[in-house]
């Protein structure tokens, strides 16, 4: 009766009932996991529950009026490089414009890091830096050497990276 008692508890309260006792520790790791029938069983609830588990829903959470080409995001916005070169910014709870750059190139490319929001021109390879918590455009914009198309962007807490067409990471 008591192995078949664990064996209605969802998976995040069978290891949470790991901690109640060394003897329910022990009862659960040796009788549940380690033996050939409790394995099966918690591997056959598994694939139960997978495949009939609720679907997250997918919700619209803005509308850009442009192609996507890339998108980043953190815990508090969406960022949208668009295909006319504008970038535009939308809050993640709100789905309400946080910030938008009017494009005068095609295809941005978008990157953030915690405190910079950078772009990108996929075709000119200029590199356009701001900073997310009042959106000031902030020196040292800069336009790289460009012999062929850049690709990705990677921004880091230090440092951005390009790939681009050819292979090449600069």
Known sequence: ???????????????????????????????????????????????????????????????????????????QNVYCGLNNGGVKVFNILTGNMEFISKGDWVNAIVGVNSSILVSCFMYSGSLNFWNKKDWTRLDGSCVQDMETDIRCLKVTEKNVFTGRADGSIS
């Open 1 to 75: 009766k008591l192995f078949k008692s664990f064996f209605y508890l969802d998976p995040d309260s069978l290891k949470q009932s790991r901690c109640i006792s060394w003897e329910w520790n022990n009862f659960i790791m040796y009788r549940m996991w380690n033996s050939k029938p409790g394995r099966k069983e918690l591997k056959r609830r598994l694939e139960h529950r997978w495949r009939n588990r609720s679907q997250v829903p997918i919700t619209q959470l803005a509308v850009t009026g442009s192609t996507v080409m890339s998108m980043a995001c953190d815990d």
